[in-house]
RNA sequence: GCCGCUAUCGUCUAGGGGACUAGGACGCCGCCCUCUCACGGCGGAAACCGGGGUUCGAAUCCCCGUAGCGGUACCA
């Protein structure tokens, strides 16, 4: 089995492309296959190395490798030329300066019928369409579809200036390449009896194809940048963990039983098969991708987390806020914003001032706070710091709710943070009795 | 317009004639846990697009309709 996917060249990898390419490597990987990297390029300009180099990068993230490659379609003009040469010499195509208004004057002409154009001798180059019968597209996931020939339009396959279509040059790459599986997005569905009718002209063997079912947003229509994530790279920035993202994806089209949802790449080499590929479009959903990533965030060790977040946000020791994080984020995205203020301060947010340390019984409970801490005796660790608190609030009489959130406010400067012991325990004695002060001080001012 | 594909909870899906009072997951709602936010646990609401067939029996098969999507380029 030899596969081979083929990115956009445009730049950023799309999640449908992503998800293309995934399924691809699955199925080569799960049936000791060759895959191979073809760009699509038969547009000569279209492949700017900075694009070449993030759809890379994006593949490289997810742990998407291949065998082969990369190869690209506009390397092999040559060929596509030779082939387009021999088709007119054999009489599959001919030379025709039609042009759209020729076609579609030609198809008001004739009733339900494609266009046929006649031997010019200059102009494009189209296929010869056979007149009658059928050419059958058998589909891994679809079935078998007829379509009628004489309903099918001669198609160009060269321009005038001799650049093949794309069109023929998949089929002539495919062809030399030896691809025997083709797996690609639905849209091309239509498109493939044309395919096969160059294959059928040149000689060329017929590789099974699979058509994926598309991939919309929200709204039922093309994913787009107003659905937010649109490509690997926005799911990247986002926080989300590439093994997540696999997971995610491999769901989006393809079920393996009734209640299995997390796959390892393991297991999913061995399990995904096209044949259980589901043919309805799929919407993309970011908030089940969250959720998913949560849980995989959740599993990760601590140290294997940190590292992911040092290389993520950019800031190093890290450690400690990560284990008092961990099961409160779902993206590396979320975990600054939660620990910052053990790295800068309080943060300033007046809102959450004024409304937890503006309330009458603030004042008791930092100073009940402050005096129980300020005697608690080393070790300055969360075991001894949850029960001078405690006590504290005991003495208080104040609900435990009246105590900890003043005290929170007065050392993060908001109303959310990690648990409040944990939070005393990882600032430690010094800065937790400044920030403390500092809070009482700002109260007796305002 | 023409050709084609698709159609199960809001979303991803399981289902391939009787096991379906249609299963799981996200999200949502409620309860529990609780120092905030989360996490976690428990429970709940929520779907077979419509109409005809076939059959003793249809979510499952066929036809029609409807809707969505794709193709119809000297784009990929």
């Not at 038969?42 to 990068?57: A, G, H, K, L, M």
């Not at 060329?204 to 058509?211: C, E, K, L, S």
């Amino acid at each position: 089995m030899r596969v081979r996917f083929p990115p956009s060249p445009t730049g950023a990898l799309h999640i449908g492309n992503a998800r293309t390419a995934l399924y691809n490597w699955l199925l080569a990987r799960g049936h000791d296959g060759t895959l191979v990297l073809r760009i699509e390029d038969t547009d000569r300009e279209r492949s700017t190395p900075e694009n070449e180099q993030s759809i890379f990068e994006a593949l490289e993230w997810l742990g998407v490798d291949w065998d082969e490659g990369p190869t690209y379609q506009s390397a092999n003009a040559e060929r596509h030329a030779e082939v387009v040469e021999q088709l007119i010499a054999d009489g599959h195509a001919y030379r025709s300066t039609a042009g759209p208004e020729e076609v579609r004057a030609y198809k008001e002409a004739h009733e339900s019928r494609g266009f046929r154009g006649a031997e010019e001798g200059e102009g494009a180059v189209r296929l010869r369409v056979p007149d009658e019968g059928v050419t059958v597209v058998r589909d891994v996931v679809r079935g078998e579809t007829a379509f009628e020939n004489t309903l099918l339009d001669d198609l160009v396959i060269a321009r005038a200036d001799g650049t093949p279509i794309y069109h023929l040059a998949v089929v002539v790459d495919d062809a030399d390449a030896g691809i025997t599986h083709v797996v690609r997005g639905a849209d091309h569905y239509s498109n493939t009896p044309k395919q096969i009718l160059i294959q059928q002209a040149m000689g060329a063997p017929t590789p099974v194809y699979a058509h994926l079912p598309l991939l919309h947003g929200p709204d039922g229509k093309k994913l787009s940048k107003r659905h937010g994530a649109t490509s690997v790279e926005d799911l990247r920035e986002a926080g989300y963990l590439p093994e997540a993202v696999i997971n995610y994806l491999a769901l989006l089209g393809w079920g393996y039983d009734e209640e299995t949802t997390f796959h390892t790449v393991d297991e999913l080499k061995e399990r995904f098969s096209l044949e259980r590929v589901s043919k309805a479009p799929a919407v993309f959903d970011e908030q089940k991708l969250r959720w998913m990533n949560g849980r995989y965030l959740r599993e990760l060790s601590v140290d294997e987390l940190t590292a992911r977040l040092e290389a993520f946000t950019g800031h190093t020791g890290l450690r400690d806020a990560v284990a008092i994080t961990q099961d409160k984020i779902s993206t590396l995205a979320e975990f600054w914003p939660l620990a910052r203020s053990f790295f800068e301060g309080p943060v300033d947010d007046p809102d959450a001032r004024a409304k937890v340390l503006g309330k009458p019984e603030a004042t008791d409970a930092l100073t009940q706070v402050r005096s129980a801490l300020g005697e608690l005796a080393e070790p300055w660790e969360q075991e001894g710091v949850e029960r001078v608190l405690r006590d504290a609030v005991e003495r208080s009489g104040l609900k435990a709710k009246q105590v900890f959130q003043p005290l929170r406010v007065a050392l993060t400067g908001t109303t959310v943070s990690p648990g409040i012991f944990e939070t005393v325990a990882l600032l430690g004695r010094d800065e937790t009795l400044a920030r403390v002060d500092e809070a009482s001080r700002g109260r007796q001012a305002a």
